[in-house]
């Protein structure tokens, strides 16, 4: 394909993305419409303003202004978080830095770990503070709910044009990453084709031991950054491994209507059939979650095992196949008989 059209197919596809994003600014919002999540940067809630839904902080600075309302969970990963104004619900903090003025108010329970807490005399808590650097790291469920119920907001219309827009956003970004990055991608697939098993064991032990190594990393404040950057690359992989596996399903589908379909066209294809199956299994209560998680594991084990789609796996003359014998000196080769030339006198072979 020539370099011309594959900027003319990517241009296409950023304005495709352009439409459903402007229509989601405008007002149409994800299921939680509230909630709000800050990775680094700078967040400010001015006063006389509300958020009502959960402040998730990676990083960065936040504020929280005095007369402010945080309607829901305050959770801080690092950073700097500076509160004047009401939080209705709890206040969690690992890593970074946490400073309570004056007006604070926090209704729920305050709990940090790793982090350091600044508080004014005149700031209230109303739950139980919890602070590991003055004691032990103690988990309370208290009996009564400090605040109300939160209202489950149902908006089958918001949520369903998110699901179909999440869809589409993914199956677009798999063919952009295949127009340009084929051989990678496919690398990825095929390791999850022929090594299901060692690829999602590979997964599920880098989704065991990662959120503790990043837990451990964002606690010490000087490598908050390296927690943030690997959390980055992470995600990254589920999605390059996720779009990896849709071209592989793509590949199966132009297979089975018997047609040649071009690899973006086919990773467009398959990563849209696997998302709606993916998401479509999810809203199955209790049990819709397996099947989204299976693929993320595959995706995570494939794209290390690969090592992001730059060497196969596994590798040509790998164990499976078997390898060339070696000698220890040349192989001798036969005495020539009488048909295969005269002899030298003298020369003749001893038994």
Same mark, same amino acid.
């Given at each position: 394909?020539?370099?011309?059209?594959?900027? &003319?197919?990517?241009?296409?596809?950023?304005?495709?993305?352009?439409?459903?994003?402007?229509?989601?600014?405008?007002?149409?919002?994800?299921?939680?419409?509230?909630?709000?999540?800050?990775?680094?940067?700078?967040?400010?809630?001015?006063?006389?303003?509300?958020?009502?839904?959960?402040?998730?902080?990676?990083?960065?600075?936040?504020?929280?202004?005095?007369?402010?309302?945080?309607?829901?969970?305050?959770?801080?990963?690092?950073?700097?978080?500076?509160? !004047?104004?009401?939080?209705?619900?709890?206040? #969690?903090?690992?890593?970074?830095?946490? =400073?309570?003025?004056?007006?604070?108010?926090?209704?729920? !329970?305050?709990?940090?770990?790793?982090?350091?807490?600044?508080? !004014?005399?005149? #700031?209230?808590? /109303?739950?139980?503070?919890? !602070? #590991?650097?003055?004691?032990?790291?103690?988990?309370?469920?208290? #009996?009564?709910?400090?605040?109300?119920?939160?209202?489950?907001?149902?908006?089958?219309?918001?949520?369903? =044009?998110?699901?179909?827009?999440?869809?589409?956003?993914?199956?677009?970004?798999?063919?952009?990453?295949?127009?340009?990055?084929?051989?990678?991608?496919?690398? =990825?697939?095929?390791?999850?084709?022929?090594?299901?098993?060692?690829?999602?064991?590979?997964?599920? /032990?880098? $989704?065991?031991?990662? +959120?503790?190594?990043?837990?451990?990393?964002?606690?010490? %404040?000087?490598? &908050?950054?390296?927690?943030?950057?690997?959390?980055? &690359?992470?995600?990254?992989?589920?999605?390059?491994?996720?779009?990896?596996?849709?071209?592989?399903?793509?590949?199966?589908?132009?297979?089975?209507?018997?047609?040649?379909?071009?690899?973006?066209?086919?990773? $467009?294809?398959?990563?849209?059939?696997?998302?709606?199956?993916?998401?479509? %299994?999810?809203?199955?209560?209790? %049990? $819709?979650?397996?099947?989204?998680?299976? =693929?993320?594991?595959?995706?995570?084990?494939?794209?290390? /095992?690969?090592?992001?789609?730059?060497? +196969?796996?596994?590798?040509?003359?790998?164990?499976?196949?078997?390898?060339?014998?070696?000698?220890?000196?040349?192989?001798?080769?036969?005495?020539?008989?009488?048909?295969?030339?005269?002899?030298? +006198?003298?020369?003749?072979?001893?038994?």
């Amino acid at each position: 394909m020539k370099r011309i059209t594959k900027w &003319i197919i990517f241009l296409t596809l950023l304005a495709a993305l352009a439409i459903p994003s402007t229509a989601l600014a405008a007002g149409i919002q994800p299921s939680a419409p509230g909630d709000k999540v800050v990775l680094g940067g700078t967040y400010d809630l001015p006063s006389g303003s509300s958020l009502d839904g959960n402040l998730a902080i990676f990083g960065g600075t936040s504020t929280i202004a005095h007369n402010a309302t945080v309607n829901g969970d305050v959770f801080q990963l690092g950073g700097t978080l500076t509160v !004047d104004g009401t939080v209705t619900g709890n206040l #969690s903090a690992v890593g970074g830095t946490v =400073i309570l003025n004056q007006h604070a108010l926090v209704q729920g !329970d305050l709990s940090t770990v790793g982090a350091a807490l600044h508080r !004014d005399p005149n #700031s209230r808590v /109303l739950g139980k503070v919890t !602070d #590991s650097a003055q004691g032990p790291l103690t988990i309370n469920t208290p #009996s009564t709910p400090i605040t109300p119920l939160p209202v489950v907001n149902f908006k089958p219309l918001a949520d369903t =044009i998110w699901f179909f827009f999440r869809t589409l956003a993914m199956a677009a970004l798999a063919m952009l990453l295949v127009l340009f990055l084929p051989t990678p991608v496919e690398r =990825i697939g095929e390791a999850v084709v022929r090594e299901p098993v060692i690829t999602g064991g590979m997964g599920l /032990l880098t $989704g065991l031991v990662a +959120p503790v190594l990043l837990v451990l990393l964002a606690i010490t %404040i000087i490598l &908050i950054p390296v927690s943030l950057i690997a959390a980055v &690359i992470l995600i990254l992989a589920g999605v390059v491994g996720w779009i990896a596996i849709g071209l592989q399903v793509g590949m199966r589908i132009a297979e089975l209507f018997k047609a040649q379909w071009p690899a973006a066209l086919s990773a $467009g294809v398959g990563t849209l059939v696997l998302s709606l199956v993916a998401n479509g %299994i999810g809203f199955i209560p209790c %049990i $819709g979650w397996i099947a989204s998680a299976v =693929i993320i594991l595959l995706s995570l084990g494939a794209v290390l /095992l690969t090592r992001f789609g730059s060497q +196969p796996y596994p590798l040509p003359g790998g164990p499976s196949a078997p390898a060339p014998m070696s000698y220890p000196y040349p192989p001798q080769q036969p005495p020539a008989g009488p048909s295969q030339g005269n002899i030298p +006198p003298g020369n003749e072979p001893t038994a």
